[in-house]
């Protein structure tokens, strides 16, 4: 009996270390917590934020030495729709729900989801689609849903 106990509070130890293991790979803002994948070895960050300064940060666990920013929305969760542009790959039209439709990928005029990467912890504006970019542990997807004149900082650095 006393071994059975010990190896139940074995197990909800290594329980919690795996729940608390993704630290600040919470959700900020609407749906769920926790990490996608987190028994995984290694994390990469999704940050969104909308018009109006609403903010999500979703976390997923991978295995590999990187993930690719297409595995890495996909499996973050956020729902979104893309539109397929030559040489670019799919750009994003509509995320986590902004706006709510839309007929042109990026309207002339009209607010438009600018994509950021994260490098030497500063983001930089990315020079390709999200579908081949490769993100190592830690590294985070940044998307800003900006309005079409002006230039606002990038979204907030993910919590890690």
Not at 15 to 43: E, M, S, W, Y
Not at 46 to 65: D, I, K, W
């Amino acid at each position: 009996m006393r071994a059975l106990g010990w190896i139940g509070a074995s197990a909800s130890l290594a329980l919690a270390i795996v729940l608390f293991g993704c630290g600040g790979g919470r959700t900020v803002g609407t749906a769920g917590t926790g990490c996608a994948n987190a028994q995984d070895a290694h994390r990469a960050y999704v940050v969104v934020e909308h018009l109006g300064g609403r903010t999500v940060q979703r976390c997923v666990g991978f295995n590999g030495a990187t993930i690719s920013g297409a595995t890495l929305m996909r499996e973050s969760g956020l729902s979104y729709q893309t539109q397929t542009f030559s040489g670019l790959g799919p750009a994003v039209c509509a995320l986590d729900g902004q706006p709510a439709h839309y007929s042109t990928c990026f309207p002339k005029g009209q607010p438009y989801w600018a994509l950021y990467v994260l490098k030497d912890h500063h983001w930089v504006n990315a020079s390709t689609g999200f579908a081949s970019i490769k993100i190592g542990n830690g590294g985070a997807l940044g998307w800003e849903y900006e309005p079409s004149s002006g230039s606002p900082p990038p979204p907030p650095l993910p919590k890690t």
